[in-house]
């Protein structure tokens, strides 16, 4: 029997032509059957403040109940100076609190991502790695993908265009979908 996971896409990026926008919406046009992919938006959400937890923004409160509704979590982001881009950092910490109301805990969780260069994502993906093992997200053994040099990467409609990197994200999409 095939059960159909939803999965919440979490993009580091606030650009509506980010990169990495692009890169969730091939992922949707490349799932399995299996597999429903949707964009969890971040860029509403109002910076954290524990002060605020006794009566949350109704951006969080919504934003909790998306997450608590997936089954799993793919976050795709862009590098930020080495590190994870303020809005995901932001997103975490909607999510896992108030203490003891953690919606990331237990689903199962990937990272993905694109910026410029050969390196690319090697830093935000090493330290998001790190806080989500913190806030119990399990996360798809040996995932490190990551891709560089976006500008090849699509045509001017958002299609990507190197068919090594279609079958690198399919095999990325089987891989997960089998892991959850």
Request: proline share 7%; net charge negative.
């Given at each position: 029997m095939?059960?159909n996971?939803?999965?919440?896409?979490?993009?580091?990026?606030?650009?509506?032509?980010?990169?990495?926008?692009?890169?969730?919406?091939?992922?949707?046009?490349?799932?399995?059957a299996?597999?429903?992919?949707?964009?969890?938006?971040i860029?509403?959400?109002?910076?954290?403040?524990?002060d605020?937890?006794?009566a949350?923004?109704?951006?969080?409160?919504?934003?909790?109940?998306?997450?608590?509704?997936?089954?799993?979590?793919?976050f795709?982001t862009?590098?930020?100076?080495?590190s994870?881009?303020p809005?995901?950092?932001?997103?975490?910490d909607?999510?896992?609190?108030?203490?003891?109301?953690?919606?990331?805990?237990?689903?199962?969780?990937?990272?993905?991502?694109?910026?410029?260069?050969?390196?690319?994502?090697f830093?935000?993906?090493?330290?998001?790695?790190?806080?989500?093992?913190?806030?119990?997200?399990?996360?798809?053994?040996?995932?490190?993908?990551?891709?560089?040099?976006?500008e090849?990467?699509?045509?001017?409609?958002?299609?990507?265009?190197?068919?090594?990197t279609?079958?690198f994200?399919?095999?990325?999409?089987?891989?997960?979908d089998?892991w959850?």
């Open positions: 095939t059960t996971n939803v999965v919440a896409m979490i993009i580091g990026s606030l650009r509506k032509l980010s990169y990495n926008r692009k890169l969730a919406t091939a992922l949707i046009s490349l799932a399995p299996q597999l429903t992919l949707r964009i969890v938006e860029d509403s959400l109002p910076f954290y403040n524990r605020r937890d006794i949350p923004p109704v951006e969080w409160t919504l934003f909790r109940e998306n997450i608590s509704a997936v089954d799993a979590i793919i795709i862009p590098e930020q100076n080495r994870i881009p809005p995901v950092i932001n997103a975490l909607i999510g896992s609190r108030p203490y003891g109301h953690n919606v990331w805990k237990g689903k199962p969780g990937a990272i993905i991502g694109i910026s410029a260069g050969q390196v690319s994502e830093g935000t993906n090493q330290h998001l790695r790190d806080a989500l093992m913190h806030l119990d997200v399990p996360l798809l053994p040996h995932s490190d993908f990551y891709l560089g040099h976006p090849i990467l699509f045509d001017e409609n958002g299609n990507i265009v190197d068919i090594g279609e079958d994200l399919r095999k990325f999409l089987a891989e997960y089998l959850i």
